[in-house]
């Protein structure tokens, strides 16, 4: 992996990234040598054949080889594997897709449609939180939907044992547009001020947090715009910081792949690949995926803290400090560092949706806000509380 040059001081700068280096990067072939378990190569995208695969399955030896593998992939190589008939049967996918399709039919009865990420809102239909959703629906269909080996070891292959999984399901309908280019979660959900001012070796880290998947919910043909991938990106370190510059997403726009999928087949990649949902240009094929976006399990506190309890009982102070100027606003923000929740998730996205496509305003910056527009005691407890509640399932 070709290592860009570090920042002097340790943060990546979106003006010092350097095109000719990510350019470099992409235009590295994979070879099928590289992925022995693999049945072909696609655009650099290894393509695993489930059926092919029951006695690696079998093997706990050769599992194991086949999980370094994919994990190579995802952090070294390309970046993406499919794998092809991750369900054998199917038969517990179309029963979801029934399920989705009214709780999708209900929802907009009710709300109109909501929020989404990296699309205009009302553009798509999403379902947020699609796993409890389904299990809530019925617990029979989201048990067999989930007992599928091969996902489980993608997602172990990647995180280790005891992950994390969430999921929403996304319906592009033909006509539906193309998103542009960008990263995912964690950093990619945040505006390119907040992503760099986290230190570089974040960036770095941050990929191994979470694993990007989808499960094709039909037959996915080009023309109704499967996931555009952009092969081997994700090992350009300075991407989160580059994602948003329109001549890198030229250069994406220029150079992305994207694959065929039918009925049951899944999609994995790194959370860090440049992708964007493509353009649905059929007339008759609504696109339908649950996009899994599974956490390893070490992304939580040792303890549990109420923090909105917190906030409001340094809130008194904090204006006292802040009206009188006894604390500088530098150490005033520390302390609130110490007291709110600084990041927006997990939340309910149905109550708590993303503003600007990103991300929910944040404790910590609502905090900041009331300080600032000189918000009493009463209306910060109140909004408070409406933030904590929205956040629940």
């Keep these: 992996m070709k290592d860009t040059k570090k920042i002097a001081t340790g943060y990546y700068n979106p003006d010092e990234c350097v095109l000719s280096d990510f350019r470099e990067i992409i235009d590295q072939k994979l070879t099928i040598s590289s992925v022995p378990n693999a ?88 379902i947020w939180n699609s796993l409890q959703k389904l299990c809530e629906s019925s617990p029979d269909v989201f048990f067999r939907y989930f007992a599928n080996v091969p996902i489980q070891t993608a997602c172990e292959a990647w995180l280790g044992p005891n992950y994390q999984m969430t999921a929403q399901v996304n319906l592009v309908h033909p006509g539906g547009d193309a998103q542009k ?78 694959l065929s999928l039918s009925k049951g087949d899944a999609l994995f990649f790194s959370p860090a690949l440049f992708h964007a949902a493509g353009s649905n240009i059929s007339t008759n094929i609504h696109r339908m995926a649950n996009l899994l976006q599974v956490s390893s399990a070490f992304g939580r506190a040792m303890e549990t803290i109420d923090r909105t309890k917190m906030c409001k009982l340094t809130y008194p102070t904090a204006t006292n400090h802040f009206d009188k100027k006894t604390l500088s606003f530098s150490e005033i923000k520390a302390a609130i560092a110490a007291t709110a929740e ?52």
């Design 39 to 126: 049945a072909e190569i696609i655009n650099n995208i290894p393509i695993y054949k489930i059926n092919e695969l029951h006695k690696v399955f079998e093997s706990n030896e050769l599992k194991s080889e086949l999980m370094a593998e994919w994990a190579w992939v995802l952090r070294e190589s390309s970046g993406a594997i499919v794998l092809q008939g991750a369900y054998q049967d199917t038969s517990a996918v179309d029963e979801a897709t029934e399920l989705y399709e009214d709780i999708i039919a209900s929802e907009k009865l009710n709300s109109g449609g909501g929020a989404d990420h990296f699309a205009t809102a009302g553009a798509n239909d999403r």
């Design 181 to 258: 280019a960008h990263r995912d979660y964690h950093l990619g959900f945040q505006t390119a001020e907040i992503s760099c001012s986290y230190p570089s070796h974040v960036h770095e880290l941050s990929p191994a947090l979470t694993l990007q998947g989808a499960i094709a919910h039909c037959d996915m043909p080009v023309e109704s715009g499967p996931t555009k991938l952009l092969p081997f990106s994700q090992t350009y370190l300075p991407g989160y910081a580059a994602w948003r510059r329109e001549d890198f997403r030229e250069v994406f726009e220029g150079h992305y792949v994207q």
């Design 342 to 393: 600084g990041y927006p998730f997990p939340t309910n996205l149905d109550n708590d949706p993303p503003k600007g496509g990103l991300a929910p305003e944040t404790q910590q910056a609502f905090f900041i806000r009331a300080l600032e527009n000189k918000m009493d005691k009463v209306e910060f407890e109140n909004q408070l509380t409406a933030m904590a509640n929205r956040k629940k399932t």
